[in-house]
């Protein structure tokens, strides 16, 4: 029974904090699918908290899931080899309690641990940045400091997108435009929300500017030349990349996703009425089949390349990330930001090769670990 200590079994924790409504927080679904997946491929794997995870080797309590009862029965379990950081949020992490926990498994010789953190947007461009290799997929990027830089910003490109640095799901998000008509100049703030987006219209920088540091409150913002996104059935949309770390511990791309953006929204979330398609498809439409091939061929390698550089500036050690990516009217590859904690992706094809990698990754993980 996994609660008995196994000398050769990788031994894999989920991590994540305890929540006194649902036990522990993240998605139920996600650990019980990873949880079968390990015991296909013969590892143990179990959910436990940052409050009860303990690395002294005494036995500590965790979560098991009993696929015959459907029930999750906290038990005993013994050391984990390594540990799957799944702490759903932001906020959570940064919970000192919480950091505590990441720290020592981060110091600890007898355990690894993967994914310690989520990433920031302006962290994320500035290593980019630094990179000649992966230089040429950022857009124009910089930390919104105030009415004036965002007028050269918006004269040079025309559009600009402000984004909350550690956003996430298109919240906060706000696109800038600068139509040119008829002489006057008219400034057009689109506003990304729940329900769709909303749009204001200013005359002058020094109309606009209160409005959006409203909008912006004490959030940290980037600020960044707006891509004009390739486009299929007349609606922007973008790729989705999940990129992993294989079972001999190598980067790959599992596999690629697009995202068509919701009809009135300035992103492509699907929660935000955007829809689920394949690359291959929405890039034909305007690109041609053999183009839309190279293109995806560059989006691979684009991404590989981005995932290798974010994880050695961030100096941890991470075994998977998904991207988003876009592809310009010319069929130019941009990248817009990573995720280290990947949302499930729907493609069944996708998901299950994604589970089998996040447990193969593990155990590569375990088999270099020292106490084995
Ligand atoms: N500079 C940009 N130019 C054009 N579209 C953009 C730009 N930045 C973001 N977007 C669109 O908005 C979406 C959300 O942006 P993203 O940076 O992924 O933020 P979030 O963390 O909210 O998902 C992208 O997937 C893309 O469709
Ligand atoms: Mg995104």
């Not at 036990?23 to 990873?34: A, E, L, P, S, Y």
């Not at 995202?259 to 979330?269: D, L």
């Not at 592809?327 to 994604?354: C, L, Q």
Request: charged share 25%; net charge positive; hydrophobic share 35%.
């Amino acid at each position: 029974m996994p609660s008995q200590p196994n000398g050769s079994r990788t031994v894999i924790a989920i991590l994540t904090v305890a929540d006194q409504k649902r036990v522990f927080r993240g998605n139920k679904q996600n650990f019980i699918d990873i949880i079968r997946i390990g015991e296909e491929l013969g590892a143990q794997v179990y959910v436990v908290t940052t409050a009860d995870l303990k690395l002294t080797g005494d036995l500590f309590l965790a979560y098991c899931y009993d696929f015959k009862a459907r029930k999750w029965r906290r038990s005993p379990v013994t050391m984990p080899h390594v540990i799957y950081n799944r702490v759903p949020y932001r906020k959570l992490e940064m919970l000192p309690e919480v950091q505590q926990t990441i720290q020592m498994c981060l110091k600890s010789r007898k355990v690894q641990l993967f994914n310690p953190s989520f990433f920031n947007k302006w962290s994320l461009s500035e290593w980019l940045n630094r990179s000649a290799e992966t230089r040429r997929f950022i857009p124009v990027t910089h930390q919104l400091t105030g009415s004036r830089q965002l007028e050269q910003l918006l004269n040079d490109h025309g559009t600009v997108y402000l984004k909350p640095v550690k956003g996430k799901a298109g919240r906060g998000i706000m696109r800038l435009e600068r139509p040119l008509r008829s002489g006057q100049p008219k400034y057009v703030l689109k506003l990304q929300d729940t329900t769709g987006s909303q749009e204001a219209v200013f005359s002058s920088i020094e109309e606009l500017w209160p409005e959006l540091r409203s909008e912006i409150g004490s959030k940290e913002y980037i600020v960044q030349q707006g891509i004009r996104l390739a486009r299929y059935n007349k609606r922007p949309y973008d790729l989705r990349a999940l990129v992993q770390k294989t079972g001999t511990g190598k980067w790959s791309v599992t596999g690629v996703g697009a995202r068509v953006a919701g009809k009135a929204s300035i992103t492509t979330h699907v929660p935000r009425g955007g829809s689920i398609n394949e690359p291959r498809r929405v890039l034909s439409s305007a690109f041609g089949p053999a183009e839309a091939e190279s293109i995806l061929e560059r989006v691979k390698k684009a991404a590989l390349k981005i995932a290798a550089r974010i994880e050695a500036s961030s100096g941890h050690t991470y075994g998977e990330m998904s991207m988003d990516l876009g592809v310009d009217t010319d069929g130019r590859v941009w990248f817009f930001e990573a995720n280290a904690k990947p949302m499930k992706f729907d493609e069944p094809e996708i998901r299950r090769k994604s589970l089998e990698r996040t447990i193969r990754y593990a155990m590569y993980l375990a088999k270099k670990n020292k106490r084995r």
